[in-house]
């Protein structure tokens, strides 16, 4: 079984460098709005979509012209993998995936560029094409084959390669569910285990909110294309790289700690982008609950572990995990005495409880069918298209 890894690396180039990595990013965003055009301009002649291998020919003739010459100066695969990334846009828009893909302006477009081959890691220095040694922080080391490394410079003028690596796992490695886990995620607690185990949302964006808005406003108050402008976008753009940073490292911590004390996480597959677009979608936003699922399901499959998401249709908060009758409760009715057996319940344990238990028999059974808060049993795709 093939697994994909990325390694993201902060790089150190001198003027000189940087200067190369501008210029490459350059030409990628010229050759990209030029192979666009010709596309745009044959379909509406000919009425037919202008392939790969000729637009890969005609960047040969391109780069011959007097006037484009410069396109030369750069990696040849830098060029042929914009042709790539352009097709596989179009692919994407054709298969509703993405919209039609827009041509890129210098100032709306971060500089980046990427080469497939010949990008290696010596020691502390990354090896790229017509640029030679550059200077890299290597925090851990290099694993598997490496498809291609991305070149891109973040909001903050810092530049970082990233690596995308294929590594082989034996494929009868053995999923147990020997120490199943409930999990049941929200905004006041981020993480409610079954044991009744409660980990505190970070709220890194709300706490940091005050200064961000002063920061904003200094930049809107600058003259546009000034010096002072400049060093206040500066400033607001490493307040929101630190913040991302704080949630991201708290997001790594808490999903391995997870995968390594659990071989089986039961988790509900909860509707992140309609969250995202209801009320409260600054809290969620803030929470990071989408990348939070996404990491513990891709270092599951890292550390042979079982991630079940539970039906979002599931009764997991409603339902008593006693005696199992299901109630009609506020969201802000935090906890609740059930009134058949009159257990008193804290409302995300008691969800965590019944998350555990629905996981563990989708694990049994394999089917996703369960019990809606109205009690009736539905099934997901009957509730999704209803």
Same mark, same amino acid.
């Given at each position: 079984m093939t697994t994909v890894k990325s390694f *993201?690396?902060?790089?150190?180039?001198?003027? !000189?460098?940087?200067?190369?990595?501008?210029?490459? !990013? %350059? @030409?990628?965003?010229?050759?990209?709005?030029?192979?666009?055009?010709? *596309?745009?301009?044959t379909y509406q002649a000919t009425g037919k979509r202008l392939t790969y291998t000729a637009l890969a020919s005609e960047l040969v003739e391109l780069k011959r012209q007097p006037e484009t010459a410069f396109l030369q100066e750069c990696h040849s695969q830098v060029l042929q993998q914009v042709l790539m990334d352009l097709e596989r846009a179009f692919m994407n828009f054709f298969e509703k995936r993405a919209g039609f893909p827009r041509f890129k302006s210098k100032k709306r477009t971060s500089p980046t560029f990427r080469i497939p081959q010949h990008v290696t890691v010596i020691d502390n220095q990354v090896r790229l094409p017509k640029v030679g040694l550059v200077k890299a922080t290597i925090h851990r080391s290099l694993e598997g084959v490496v498809t291609s490394a991305t070149v891109k410079q973040d909001a903050t003028g810092n530049w970082y390669v990233t690596f995308v690596s294929h590594l082989e796992q034996p494929e009868n490695m053995v999923r147990t569910a020997c120490t199943p886990v409930g999990i049941d995620v929200g905004l006041s607690s981020f993480v409610t285990l079954d044991d009744g185990t409660k980990v505190a949302a970070p709220r890194l964006y709300r706490r940091s909110e005050r200064k961000l808005k002063r920061l904003q406003r200094q930049v809107s108050r600058c003259t546009k294309g000034s010096k002072s402008r400049n060093r206040a976008r500066l400033a607001l753009a490493r307040q929101h790289q630190k913040v991302r940073n704080q949630r991201t490292d708290f997001?790594?911590?808490?999903?391995?700690?997870?995968?390594?004390?659990?071989?089986?996480?039961?988790i509900e597959d909860l509707n992140i982008k309609g969250l995202a677009?209801?009320?409260?979608?600054?809290?969620?936003?803030? !929470? %990071?609950? %989408?990348?939070?699922?996404r990491m513990l399901e891709y270092k599951a499959v890292w550390w042979s572990r079982q991630v079940v998401r539970v039906s979002r249709w599931f009764?997991?908060? *409603?339902?008593?995990?006693? @005696? %199992? !009758?299901?109630?009609?409760?506020?969201?802000?009715?935090r906890t609740w005495n059930c009134s058949r057996c009159g257990a008193r319940h804290d409302r995300d344990m008691n969800a965590a409880r019944n998350i555990l238990r629905e996981g563990l028999r989708v694990l049994a059974v394999g089917s996703t069918e369960s019990q809606t808060a109205a009690g009736a049993h539905v099934r997901l795709a009957t509730a999704s298209s209803a």
């Open positions: *993201k690396y902060r790089l150190n180039p001198t003027a !000189a460098q940087e200067q190369l990595f501008r210029q490459f !990013a %350059g @030409c990628r965003r010229f050759v990209w709005n030029w192979a666009l055009a010709r *596309k745009q301009e997001l790594h911590k808490l999903s391995i700690n997870l995968i390594r004390t659990f071989d089986a996480l039961c677009r209801s009320k409260l979608a600054k809290s969620f936003t803030d !929470a %990071g609950l %989408g990348s939070f699922v009764a997991s908060s *409603k339902t008593c995990f006693s @005696c %199992g !009758a299901v109630h009609q409760l506020p969201l802000s009715e």
